[in-house]
């Protein structure tokens, strides 16, 4: 017994000293993506990035011991995503490498001597087996496990998984960028989307006859089919074209979206459902994690998402009704979004992860389509996302306000167990973290704004402490209470862990434009480029830290990457007698450039009310007023915020002479594919704060 004893303080001593609340120690748990189950439920898959080493892991029902399958040994930057079990549950299929930017050059941070594009593997399921496929993405396996097709360069190709000594070939010629691929039940067609700039068409192609055709066409954008059960229609969605939208503006109506059915035997289509005018008519299409926003049950139930009543909720309608439309059943009622979705294992329920009922978390919830009744699986002080079903459990990722995101069983008692504890790091300092409360204040606009307040270990209420801001990317986002579900955002909250553990009171805004909130949140009016409206909350949380009376008002700092990064930008350029100073990571300053990236036609010249908007919303506009210092950190192969948005401003300041310092990643991108990158980028922003703030 006394040795016992010995042996578990020296062990709990251990563990303290290893588990600091260092940088290194908050980014060193693997984060988990892509999390898929095989339709038996025998097999899990999922990737885990484990400081910069991405790998595959596979767990086998019952006990779920995980396994890796890749052999990956360096933090090399290079992506693994779309993995997909075939239906037999014998083979993984998934994808390796990065995509290219605009002069076709596959992102390579890591400067590797060999090419970085993005290509189809297969494993067994079993382990040995790997093998190269082709060159593309987005695979998909036929119903008999025979054939995988994948996109590459806009067109479809297909490999054989058995034959070797065959090489992958493109499968049919067809104009447009061919996307969407979707196996008939019996695998002998095959239904697409073919992406033509202003419309999208949908698209048939016969395996036997090698025929391809064209069902409906319009001028307007067909997407997400659906098959039916039997093979013998196709549902899709018609969002009417729309010509002249930019992006980063309000778009709360416009004219109605549609569900149309598409009869193969008949070859006869015809509209069965059409969104009212008005709240919803918009399709809200950044649905994340979901493979289709339309799912057909074995009920032959139509199930989507609508924003109906300002939320993201899913509805259902019959697939084939005697009247002439159908009428949208709400299928998951209340305040908060529903942000995924699957069909369960019987295909008469669909399982998806919600905030109803608690907002500033994600829960997993089941729905049995055809009764319209709603139950919550998961509750409590977790998150939980992307569920996939195991029959009579469900596996998921789960995090909390002191431990990261971490495949999770539920099992049928509504308790969870963790997979693979012994791959979670002995110095992840969960033990030593705090649990954020949600904090809620006005902005000066009379709209209601929620964050997150991080308050030191040992807070005492009569002391000043320094305090940041932090702004989240996107702006599609919502900051949680606990380890967020995105890898860049669980890092950036694990970070506003560190900066509470140096004596920081930090506060995580989610501004308007952000999810979470419903829809007319969401599409703020005069948001982004459209005005700025955002600043309003900028202002606002400023002003609430300087009226708690336990903040340094003279050490306010500001800090986030992209949309985050301009809010920060936008802070010190307009109100440097509040903040002191901020980290500006890959962020906008100057919305009519920015544009260009998304709309390639954009010309401010022949927009010119709406572009002198864009340029009073922009960070370069007030540049003026820049006293604070700031630190830039951006990558140079950025896609998303071009690096010219840092080369701009920093010229700027360098006129004023403002003070400025800077971190640049060559030839790494806008979510920084390499942890010592990310690593580089928080030290030298913790740094910055320590020098300037304290």
Not at 121 to 146: C, E, F, H, Q
Request: charged fraction near 20%.
């Amino acid at each position: 017994m006394k040795k016992l004893i010995i042996t578990t303080v020296v062990y709990f001593l251990f563990t303290c000293v290893q588990a600091q609340v260092t940088i290194e120690n908050l980014m060193s748990a693997p984060f988990p993506t892509e999390l898929q189950s095989s339709v038996d439920g025998k097999h899990i898959a999922w990737v885990f990035n484990d400081k910069g080493v991405r790998n595959i892991f596979i767990a086998d029902a019952p006990e779920f011991a995980p396994r890796k399958i890749t052999k990956h040994s360096t933090d090399d930057g290079i992506e693994i995503s779309g993995l997909q079990f075939s239906i037999d549950g014998s083979h993984l299929f998934y994808h390796e490498g990065n995509n290219s930017n605009g002069a076709g050059e596959a992102a390579n941070p890591a400067y590797l001597q060999e090419k970085t594009g993005e290509i189809i593997w297969v494993a067994n399921t079993d382990g040995p087996g790997l093998r190269k496929l082709g060159t593309g993405n987005n695979a998909i396996a036929s119903p008999d496990g025979k054939t995988v097709l994948f996109s590459f360069k806009g067109k479809a190709w297909q490999a054989s998984v058995a034959d070797t000594s065959k090489s992958a070939a493109q499968l049919f010629e067809a104009r447009g960028a061919i996307a969407e691929l979707r196996f008939s039940p019996d695998g002998k067609k095959l239904a697409f989307i073919s992406h033509r700039s202003d419309h999208a068409f949908l698209g048939v192609y016969d395996f036997t006859l090698k025929s391809l055709e064209y069902l409906d066409p319009s001028i307007d954008n067909d997407v997400q089919p659906v098959w039916s059960p039997d093979g013998k229609y196709i549902a899709y969605i018609r969002i009417p074209s729309r010509r002249g939208l930019l992006p980063f503006t309000e778009l709360r109506k416009g004219f109605p979206w549609s569900i149309r059915l598409f009869d193969l035997t008949n070859n006869e289509a015809k509209e069965i459902w059409k969104a009212d005018v008005g709240r919803g008519s918009v399709l809200y299409t950044d649905f994340p994690v979901s493979d289709n926003l339309l799912l057909w049950t074995a009920e032959n139930q139509l199930v989507f998402p609508w924003e109906k009543d300002g939320w993201q909720h899913l509805y259902s309608i019959p697939a084939f009704s005697e009247s002439k439309k159908s009428k949208a059943k709400l299928l998951t009622p209340g305040d908060g979004e529903v942000e995924y979705m699957q069909l369960s294992t019987d295909q008469k329920s669909v399982i998806y992860n919600s905030n109803i009922g608690d907002s500033h978390r994600r829960h997993i919830w089941k729905v049995a389509v055809k009764e319209g009744l709603a139950t919550q699986l998961t509750k409590g002080e977790g998150i939980e996302w992307s569920p996939v079903n195991l029959g009579s459990q469900i596996a998921l990722l789960r995090s909390t306000a002191t431990s990261p995101g971490w495949p999770t069983l539920l099992k049928p008692d509504a308790g969870f167990e963790k997979i693979g504890t012994t791959l979670l790091p002995v110095s992840f300092p969960d033990q030593l973290l705090v649990t954020p409360s949600i904090v809620q204040f006005q902005s000066k606009d009379n709209l209601t704004i929620h964050g997150q307040l991080f308050l030191p270990p040992g807070y005492q209420k009569d002391k000043k402490y320094p305090a940041l801001l932090f702004f989240h990317g996107g702006s599609r986002r919502q900051m949680l209470q606990g380890f967020h579900y995105m890898g860049y955002y669980s890092k950036d909250y694990g970070m506003n862990q560190y900066y509470a553990s140096k004596g920081y009171i930090v506060l995580a805004v989610n501004y308007r434009s952000g999810i979470g909130y419903g829809m007319e949140f969401r599409e703020a009016l005069n948001y982004g480029a459209n005005g700025g409206s955002e600043y309003n909350d900028v202002v606002a949380a400023g002003q609430w830290l300087q009226k708690r009376g336990d903040i340094n008002n003279k050490r306010i700092g500001l800090w986030g990457g992209s949309y985050g990064g301009y809010l920060t930008a936008m802070g010190l350029s307009r109100n440097s007698d509040i903040f002191a100073c901020g980290v500006d990571i890959h962020g906008v300053h100057d919305w009519n450039q920015e544009m260009k990236t998304w709309v390639a036609n954009y010309d401010p010249s022949t927009r010119a009310a709406f572009a002198k908007i864009a340029l009073a919303a922009s960070p370069i506009s007030s540049v003026d007023g820049w006293k604070s210092p700031v630190l830039f950190i951006h990558g140079d192969d950025d896609r998303n915020v071009p690096f010219e948005q840092t080369e701009m401003i920093a010229e700027k300041l360098r006129e004023r002479k403002v003070y400025f310092e800077e971190m640049v990643f060559p030839d790494d991108i806008h979510d920084f594919l390499l942890h010592k990158n990310w690593l580089k980028g928080y030290r030298s922003a913790a740094d910055f704060f320590e020098r300037k703030m304290k």
